[in-house]
Structure formats: C-alpha cells, structure tokens
C-alpha cells in the first residue's frame, strides 16, 4: 500500500511542525513555499532575541492565548515537549531571567532552522521553493514557478502560510481572498503586538530611543509591567504590545504610566516634599535620566514645581493613543481564517481534509515565546488529527 501524500504550504513553524509529525508517522510529506527558502520569518523574528517559549506553568500559559482551540493545541504540546523536542533534534535551551526561553547562548536562529530541516530531510521530507500557491480541489494544489503552472496531487492539504505582518518575510496574507472565494469564512486582519502612535508624539521626539524601566502601563482596565521605549511615533515595549487587545476593543481611553508601581502615591509625596527641589526629588526616588527627562516633557512648569501634582503624574501619567503601527510594522496580526471556519481538529469544514494551522488562524498572543509556541501546538494538533 502506498503512503498518504501531505502538501505542506509553508515552512514556518507551524508548517515544518506539521509535517514533521507526519513525516515520523510514515507520511509522505512535501513542504511549498513562495520563497526560494525556508522560514524567513522565523529567522527575522530570531533578530530581536530569539524565545522559543516561555517556562510559565501550563495553566498560567494557557490563558495567553484568545481562543480556546489554541489553548487546546497547547495542551497536547506544551513548552515543555517543544523544549524537549528541540532537545532531540540537538537544540539545547536555557530559561533567562525573565522565564523566557532562549537556544543556549551562540545558537543562532539559521542553526535552530537548519537542524530542524536536515531532520526532515533524514526521515524523508521534501522541499520545494520557489512555488506560488495558487489554488486546490479536492484532489490537487495548484501552483506556479517561473511562469509555469505545477499541480500536485494530495491526501491532505495544510495551510501554514502566515498571518500578515512582515511581508517581506513571505506573510502577505494573499491567500486570504481565495479562501474568501471558496466559502471560508475569513476575519480582517489588524496589527497585533504593536508599538502606540501617540497623538502628541512630537512632544517626545528628542527622548527617541530612551528606555524607561520597570513601569506599569494601564488601560481601561487592563495593566502589564515591564520596560517601554520612546521612538519616533509613540511607546513601544511589551506593556504596550499586550494592551492592544483592550485598545482594539475601545480606543477611547486614555494610556496611563506609573513610573514607580513600588511606591504609593502618599510615599512619593512625602519623598518629594523633603527634597530640596522637584529634580532632587526625583532623583531620590531613583527614577531614571530618560524617565525625569519624560516628566519633564509632559508637565508644566506649575506642575512640575507642585510636589502633589508630581506624585499624581509619576502614578498616572496620561497618553493619548491615536493608532496602532501598520500591520506590515508589527510583530503578529489577528484576523485571517475565523475559528468558526474549523473543527477543533483545525479542518476547514468547508473543506474535507484541508487543514489550516499558525499565525493564518484568529488568534492572538503576547511577544515572549508565546506565538511560536501557538504556531508548533497548532502545526502538532493538524498532524495529529490527521
């Protein structure tokens, strides 16, 4: 008897997970992509300080994530067997200060990527670039290259072909109105884990690139702390990536900064009171060049010099997003094919054996090894319900 043929579109995580189950459950698999080579984004994403996971509890991990199809997924591959499967194809880890989850120090993304591939190719898994997909039936994917149109026949078909962020890393979202056109219901895809665009930015310009550490930012009724960083446009940094959610859901509100989440309003008053004057007071507080240089900037000389005023603005001080980045700009998108679109399984219910796997799903999670750990759970899920 022959084996089952798998057609992967996609090699990023998700995709090479995917077929990489199969691959070591006796499948023949073959993996498509539109580039001349594999995981671009998943090499661009290593650039900024590669997390492959976070060391967070299962049950902590979980609620990262919006749907509960991708909570599900990560149940039956956590960080933990991510961790461990990375251990097998020789990637050792190490969990930095943070919790977050690094290759040792000297392992480069190329070096995660390339091991990851040469397993494939050991156990029999095929590549093929430079193929643009391009449509599929029920028996056949469709493809171009050079001009030429290439068909191949399928068992079944994965769909890994990334959000829209980053679209020179091939995640241009182009496959979305051919779903579209084939029944599947599709979601619009808007910037996730973005950097604010502050309607005063300009005020900030002269701080671009300043880091002011350990603050908590809320919105509506949402907090994160963590370090931001002024650029050009606005805020950037973790906190701000994880309140887009609540910005999406209302972007009325206002942005607001404690400076000093250690210190109650009442103690950095009596400390600034003291003080000879406002600076020193500041400066006794341990607070930053970069963050004194911030007050200064968003008070006026009357507030500045009131010791009252100044300890409301270092517990509050107000932000008024006017957008998030352009989706091309960001980390990760939501939107893309609706979770109403699948089975738990992640089959398309309009399309027998056609499953759809990563960042192409609506989902969402936070920087910080989270999204590449949604991308293998989900890549682990369609090759085990396969």
């Not at 008897?1 to 992967?8: A, D, F, G, L, N």
């Not at 290259?145 to 994965?158: G, M, R, T, V």
């Not at 957008?323 to 089959?347: A, C, K, Y």
């Amino acid at each position: 008897m022959s084996k089952k043929k798998i057609c992967v579109i996609g090699t990023g995580p998700a995709g090479l997970m995917a077929g990489t189950t199969l691959l070591e459950r006796g499948y023949e698999v073959h993996f498509f992509d539109h580039k001349k080579a594999a995981g671009r984004k998943f090499l661009v994403a290593g650039h900024g300080g590669f997390n492959l996971t976070h060391s967070e509890s299962a049950t902590i991990f979980k609620e990262k994530f919006t749907h509960p199809f991708i909570q599900s997924a990560f149940t039956n591959f956590d960080n933990f067997a991510w961790i461990n499967w990375l251990k097998n194809i020789g990637i050792e880890t190490f969990t930095g200060s943070s919790g977050k989850i690094f290759p040792l120090k000297g392992i480069k993304p190329i070096e995660v990527l390339s091991a990851w591939m040469e397993r494939i190719t050991q156990i029999g898994g095929l590549f093929h670039f430079s193929h643009k997909f391009v449509d599929f039936n029920e028996k056949e994917v469709i493809f171009t290259k050079n001009s030429a149109k290439i068909e191949h026949s399928y068992d079944f078909l994965i769909l890994a072909m990334g959000g829209n962020s980053w679209k020179k890393t091939g995640s241009t979202g182009e496959w979305k109105d051919l779903l579209v056109k084939k029944g599947v219901i599709c979601e619009k895809f808007e910037s996730s884990n973005s950097g604010f665009e502050l309607a005063q930015w300009n005020e900030l310009s002269e701080l671009e690139g300043q880091t002011i550490k350990n603050i908590e930012a809320t919105y509506g009724s949402h907090s994160k702390k963590g370090d931001i960083v002024i650029s050009k446009y606005g805020l950037e940094g973790a906190p701000i990536y994880f309140l887009n959610k609540a910005y999406r859901e209302n972007r009325n509100s206002l942005l607001s900064i404690d400076l000093k989440p250690t210190k109650t309003k009442e103690e950095l008053q009596q400390v600034l009171k003291k003080a000879k004057n406002t600076t020193e007071g500041l400066k006794a507080l341990k607070l930053s060049k970069a963050t004194i240089s911030l007050l200064k900037q968003k008070t006026t000389k009357e507030e500045y010099g009131s010791y009252l005023q100044m300890a409301e603005n270092i517990k509050s001080l107000k932000f008024s997003p006017s957008s998030l980045r352009p989706i091309d700009e960001v980390i990760s998108t939501i939107g893309g094919v609706s979770m109403d679109s699948i089975t738990e399984s992640f089959e398309l219910k309009t399309h027998p054996n056609v499953f759809v796997c990563g960042e192409m799903l609506d989902w969402d999670a936070p920087t910080g090894g989270y999204l590449i750990q949604g991308a293998v759970s989900t890549g682990f899920m369609v090759g085990n319900s396969i």
